[in-house]
């Protein structure tokens, strides 16, 4: 299919910049044309109108990282981060730890996206073993069909294990300053994007990159260095939750209700399990959230579309009955 889209749409989108596409082919030629009128996002196979200058047509997506809009007055809207994926590098820093709720969240993304998650650890030069082995052991404790490891964009050696990664298209998601631009000049081999400094006292880096980007690798993979996400924000969910959750999901099923709410239920595998010790109560309530925050979503989407419905109505009402 990914075969396919490339040879029917030739382009594919290595950068968005306000109404403009900079556009690359599969023999490295450049162009730059006016997307006006197109959903096109970093990752697209496109079409060009050549006597206009602007994308034609969009290709159909294999995968897709989307997430709520962030901005002011974007409520219920999309927000395509990449398109076209294989893989998700979700980035954390070792030397600030794993923050296991952000986690999460970063996970029903990628899942949703279509694309295989992969958590690194990066900056892993800059703490011990032990520090390393209680990152990992938060990562599996929330993700333990995930793979996760260690790497530091100062040990070329650390990087060896992703090159099973390097032959797809792969998306970097993270907090601002933990290093995806260093991780991607590493990876590439030269100094392709923008970095900070350092500070001292915990590893942390300033953020620097303000756009997705596609990034040529010399495997012939491609990355795309997306801009530091301060919260991560979720669109409305397929099977993201359930595959973030599937520890719950799966103890749910010995549940005696279909439905249970995992409060007062009686025979709540769920509740039995946080009794017993073998899950913690804080994940049950982290998944809670999540759904919630799905369902609003949903219900302030559904708004919109009513809302637009009415507008479009009232556009389309003839002559007569506004006389």
């Not at 595998?269 to 949903?298: K, T």
Request: charged residues 30%; proline residues 4%.
């Amino acid at each position: 299919m990914r075969v396919s889209a490339e040879i029917s749409y030739p382009w594919r989108v290595r950068r968005l910049d306000r109404g403009w596409s900079a556009l690359i082919d599969s023999t490295g030629n450049e162009t730059r044309v006016r997307n006006i009128g197109a959903e096109v996002a970093v990752g697209d196979y496109v079409t060009v109108d050549t006597e206009i200058a602007r994308v034609e047509q969009v290709g159909p997506r294999t995968s897709a990282l989307v997430r709520r809009a962030s901005f002011e007055g974007a409520r219920a809207v999309p927000h395509v981060v990449a398109a076209n994926l294989d893989v998700v590098f979700l980035l954390h820093a070792a030397p600030s730890g794993v923050n296991p709720r952000r986690l999460e969240r970063e996970l029903v993304l990628a899942f949703d996206s279509g694309a295989q998650p992969v958590v690194l650890l990066t900056k892993s030069d800059a703490v011990d073993d032990t520090q390393i082995d209680r990152a990992i052991s938060v990562v599996t404790s929330v993700a333990p069909d995930v793979a996760v490891h260690a790497v530091s964009a100062r040990n070329r050696a650390s990087l060896g294990v992703l090159s099973q990664y390097l032959t797809g298209t792969i998306a970097l998601l993270g907090a601002s300053g933990v290093g995806k631009s260093t991780l991607v000049n590493a990876l590439v081999g030269s100094d392709v994007q923008r970095t900070g400094e350092v500070r001292e006292g915990d590893q942390r880096g300033r953020h620097t990159t303000v756009a997705a980007e596609l990034v040529a690798l010399p495997s012939g993979g491609w990355l795309i260095d997306t801009p530091g996400l301060r919260a991560v924000t979720l669109w409305t969910s397929g099977h993201g939750i359930e595959r973030a959750f599937s520890d719950i999901f799966a103890l749910s099923e010995n549940c005696r209700f279909r439905d249970c709410k995992h409060e007062e239920e009686p025979d709540c595998a769920v509740r039995a399990a946080i009794e017993s010790g073998g899950l913690s109560p804080v994940r049950l309530r982290a998944m809670e959230r999540l759904v919630a925050e799905e369902a609003a979503v949903e219900d302030e989407q559904r708004e919109r579309e009513r809302t637009e419905d009415r507008r479009g109505f009232r556009r389309r009402r003839p002559e007569t009955d506004r006389n």
